[in-house]
């Protein structure tokens, strides 16, 4: 494991992620001149097999929501162990998602609070047409009006949420690993779901008792 450079800002960040292309970036949400949810948004835009860990502290939780959205795969506390660092990193690199209990419980209550706003009044099919204050985003439509799953699709969904990777579902449901994408695609299509970071956030949530 080797360190390939250190940025001081958020611009700084995005100009060092491309220009060296690391396998993963240990990203601080609050920095100058750009902070780190658009810093996480431009690089997992521009550099897709760069994948992104966001340190930051309980008091973060909806610019970490914002950190999910943006495509960050793995979410620890800036008091997390060295040995607990090292592992997520590795994890990382095999195809897994990572967040720790309670940043994963600040995240599900986010997506909670969306909730209420399906007793609304239904939204115009072109929200673009509708008032600012009643646009729906895509992972409040996403918690209001998701497509069912087949049972295939269910148990994928499953998988994912205990941090498995394409490879470890499609060795545990004897699939080709292609296969497997395919799945996880059209799930996140069906859930509207940018990141299988918000695919496991989704599942505990449905899976939590009301």
């Known amino acids: 494991m080797e360190v390939v450079g250190q940025a001081r800002n958020g611009v700084e960040a995005v100009e060092l992620a491309q220009l060296l292309h690391p ?22 835009r521009d550099l897709p097999n760069t994948q992104i860990l ?6 973060d939780d909806e610019t970490v929501f914002e950190a999910v ?14 040995d607990e660092l090292l592992d997520t990193i590795r994890a990382l ?3 897994e998602s990572r967040l720790t209990p309670q940043i994963a419980r600040k995240v599900m ?10 007793h609304a009044e239904p939204v115009p099919e072109d929200d673009s047409l509708a008032p600012s204050s009643e646009k729906v985003l895509p992972a409040q439509r996403g918690a209001l009006d998701p497509e069912p799953l087949s049972d295939k699709e269910e148990r994928i969904l499953q998988l994912i949420a205990e941090s498995m990777s394409n490879r470890q579902i499609a060795n545990t449901l004897f699939l080709a ?18 990141t299988r970071t918000e695919l496991a956030l989704l599942s505990k949530r449905q899976a939590r008792p009301e």
Do not use: C, W
């Open 177 to 194: 690993e292609g296969t497997v994408k395919n799945y996880v695609s059209r799930i996140m299509e069906k859930l509207h779901a940018n």
């Open 23 to 44: 396998d993963v970036i240990l990203m601080d949400l609050h920095m100058p001149l750009k902070g780190g949810v658009a810093a996480t948004r431009e690089i997992t």
């Open 93 to 95: 690199r095999r195809g």
């Open 69 to 82: 959205r943006a495509g960050a795969q793995a979410y620890l506390l800036k008091d997390a162990s060295e």
């Open 54 to 59: 966001v340190l930051t502290t309980l008091n």
């Open 109 to 118: 209550d986010q997506f909670r609070r969306l909730a209420p706003a399906s």
